[in-house]
């Protein structure tokens, strides 16, 4: 391991300086500035502050719940962060790296590069950039600090990038300054200071261009809970810095040897600025909860600061300050202001005196600081995000960074958004693209060029933003949540990222598959290109391609889960997933469809991890924080908490390749001697398995298949590994960087572990090989469960070479005991049985005793989940369960998507009876299900379409319809009702019915339908079945077409160019989701809306409107010889039905009053239903 001159302090900070955001001066126990508040109280102020309001983007609220996901896991006792455990602990391991080696060789997998969208391919990010720095000669020589990935160099301007802290463990960067007389010597500022989520050591100095680092005389104890935010360097004495602090800002005069507290200021500083050209003087932003922050000045280099004049500002509702000054006027000061109340915009003011007077810039409101490309929006991060540059050059030309980066050349007056980070949402016309969240807007001093440092990494303009240059390849700052390795190929891997999405990494490419923050994630066992996503609070997603389109498949009517909501496969059936939010949840259908397994099980918690045994999936383990329940019957039924564990927050689970009682759990926070438990009896009772480890939070832990019982624990400190050999844990994190940890996950085809960092990417190593192949015994049984009778085969799995083995079944068995490596037991009397196995080698032996591991039933009942069921039609779906068994074979096979496991679907085209016949050793038992098919119309099929006849034709019902296979359905979306040529996207095609017609002579038809909310199609096509294979035209389609007095019933208004004789297909299928009932069908030769000269047609003798024009009133009467029923309809210019009326009877003796007086003035269309034949007439309201 490469020698570092010093080891660095680091520390949790403290939950009241976590966040600059309004709901934390609602905090009661706060009296002061300086107050520590307690998280749960933190956690209170949140959610009274939130709990009437919306909840939307970019308003604060993602970023509070992950820094809560953080902090709520590794905080304890007393519900204050510790300061001073993590340094206790890092320390201890490096003095050990010195006499000891860790394991594993770790090496980067990525990402290297940024990712990119998986449909379009733009940029996204790598991660979060908060601070840059320039080399005072060298303009290609850049420094980049991250919150959670260190300090970052490039010699090339931004084409790759190196870094040098990953030996310090989990190290945030808040600021850099360079020695500008001696640029090798330089300071960082460690922590985060935007979102407060990570350690902090105070100030570190390097002599030698960043290689090795030193601390400085502001390192934090035990007993000091500050951040640095900001760091100056005197350009003319290159030995004083200034640093703003959480309690002040502090100076030395020495290189950062001795600090002393600035006079005149007490509270929390986030930015400081020296005047241009003179480094006496020095602004200060200070914070506030509530309000009233101030700006504040020293004249003395920084020995003492006021308060500047308030003329032009009022500071009652501000409580973040960035400010900005430019060399092109020494006299000018910027402060960018945030709101105290929502995190939004409050004010951009201007000095033009070094302080002294201020003034509003805006001409007029426009809240820069949301999301929205228009400045409309209210409330921002304001507290989180917040930059803002001045030009060298001109005084007037300023940016402002927040959700997005604008741009005025008026010196504040007016605004241009010069990024657009959500092209998706608002489109690209609003400007190009950059990820969102602006941490440091910074002119290069040489070159004029302006950088960004934001959530997904650093860009520059050349340009004055009108076209951005991303320069964040090279970055490896990822910071991942949850991965998701496949299990047959290697090089592709899924991963949940902050701020940077769920990300696939595919033969090399790393592809954004679903945006936001990216959260737990699968890749199939039995089909790579099945994949499952989710972004926050178990927002899950499935797709069957690799992710170019997903499917929506949150459990319908859950609340929302935690942050990262836990949720994975059934290891032997891959269409069963469960996924853990208030209840447990389970779906045998990859998504589709859900079903509660425990409910109200943990009250209102919610659980944090789900494990699944992979020898007996019957058990399942769920936890929430403090609480582990498990079921041995797959979820009919669960146990009461778990006795015996620390109540301590629990992290993860997990179970052993071959004993589903063998069971591993994982603690946060810093509670000496309580990291990892383990039970061998599935949770009655427990072992500490802590020795070893250093007391930090331990993540994730992950069990290693064929194995001497290894297990690799993810830290904040790194990975450590243990096997049933070895008293302790063994440092396991050779070449990794010291950084969190937050998943593991091991490539079995070549013995890979791979490790999500949250900071540092995704990094694999060999699995660990001892040097001396250990003794270890172990086996297992091919049934968990037997009938009394059945036999029971056992497997010696133990390591290999060995003189002997010894078996212990039990006194009812039989045998009793063995010396063989594979023996067929059975037993005398029912109950759970335990085994135990000896395994001999040159004089030493292991044990290895599985309690209760094989359950012997004196009877055999298995039960399907399922009776019979009637009213279904051909092709429905049917999920089918059976349990109790270990072998399950259903008959017949027509209609099955399967024939064997426990789970089957069918979908019948009659009615059926299914049989399955399970198994469990020599038991059998057979149980049936019976399901009704309900003949579906005649004309259900295109080859038994009906003839259509001009006029009204049925009634007609699509009620247990089907859809065949390959039959068509026009295209369709959510804006396409009433569309010609599309469909409602209301569930696709479901019922659907055909009819047919013969080409009229006129070559023009209509089809009318009433009676029920549905949708037509009509194709051209060769014969029925050319349809089916794909070979038609899509002449006319068409939804809702009547509005609501109608029912939304479909028409094809006109079809014209038709080949007179030539047969031609008609589709109907019900509208919303499938729906079913009756309707009729009216077919003319003519169109719907068939206009008539109010003079010289015959027609004109037929209906007489008077007066037309008219007001809205008009009178209506017929010249007919006999009594007829009319439908009368009205319509406007762009087909809305306004009026609706049956009139029984009318003669030519008849007048019918019509009142349209509400309808707006304009052109309307009269629709005359009189027998078979269809009459229009236009009216005119003026």
Known sequence: MRKIFYFILLMLIPAIHAFSQPWMENISSLKSIDDSARFVEIQKAFKNYWKDREIEKGHGYNPFKRWEWFMEQRIWGEWKIPNHILWEESTKKQQLSKTKSAGGNWTLLGPVESSRYIDTDEVLGSGRIDCIAFHPSDINIIWVGSPTGGLWKTINGGNTWYTKTDDLPSLGISDIVLDPGNPDIIYIATGDRDAHAIYSAGILKSIDGGETWNTTGLSFDQNDINLVNRLLINPDNTDILIAARDDGIYRSNDGGGNWVKADGITGHYKDLEFKPGDPSVIYAAKFTYGGNAWIYKSTDGGSSFSVVSSSGIEISNINRIELAVTPADSSIVYALCSNANNGGLNAIYKSTDSGVNWENTMASYKNILASDPFGNNSGGQGWYDLSIAASPKDTNEIYVGGINIWKSTDGGKTWMLKTNGYPRIYGTVYGPYVHVDHHILKYHPETGTLFSGHDGGIDKTYDGGKTWVDITDGL???QIYRIGSSATKRDLVLMGSQDNSTIQYKSGKWKVVLGGDGMECIVDYSDTNTIYSSFQYGNMFYSSDGGLNLRYIKPEGSPDGAWITPFIMHPHYPNIIYAGFKNIYRSINRGSAWDSIATNLSGELLFRSIAISPSNPDYIYAATMQKIWRTTDGGNSWTDPLPGLPYVNITYLTVSQHDPNKIWVTFSGYILNKKVFTSNDGGTSWENYTDGLPNVPVNCIVYENNSNMGVYAGTDLGVYYRNKSMDEWIDFSEGLPNVIVNELEIYYPDSIIRAGTYGRGLWESELYTPSTPPLFAEFAANYNSVCLGSKITFNNLSSPGLDSLKWDFGLDAAPTSSTDPEVEVSYTSAGDKTISLIAYKGGDSDTITKVNYVRVVDNFDISLTTSDITGLKKYDEVILEASGASVYSWTPSTGLDTTSGPVVIARPVTTTTYKVTASQGTCYDTVSVTLVINPPPPYDDVCNAIELVFGTNGPYTNQYATVQPNEPFPPSNANSCNVPMKWCEEGGLQNSVWFKFTGPASGIISIDSEGMDNQIAVYDSPAYDSILFGIYTLLAANDDYH????????????????????????????????????????????????????????????????????????????????????????????????????????????????????????????????????????????
Do not use: C, H
């Not at 009467?1117 to 029923?1125: H, M, Q, T």
């Open 1043 to 1182: 509005d609501e007095s109608e029912g939304y019933a479909a028409a094809i208004a006109e079809i014209t160019g038709l080949t007179e004789g030539k047969t031609y297909w008609v589709q109907v299928d019900g509208s919303a989701g499938g729906a079913v009932g009756s309707f009729n069908l009216i077919y003319w030769d003519s169109p719907l809306s068939i206009s008539f000269p109010e003079t010289g047609r015959p027609e004109d003798n037929l209906v007489t409107i008077y007066p037309n024009p008219n007001e809205g009133t008009f009178d209506l009467s017929l010249n007919l010889d006999e009594p007829k029923n009319i439908l009368l309809k009205v319509y406007n210019i762009n087909g809305q039905m306004v009026y609706s009326e049956y009139i029984e009877k009318m003669t030519r003796n008849d007048t019918r009053n019509i009142n349209l007086k509400n309808a707006a003035q304009g052109l309307y269309i009269l629709k005359l239903i009189i027998d078979q034949k269809v009459v229009t007439i236009k009216v005119m309201i003026d």
């Open 476 to 478: 490896e700052i990822l």
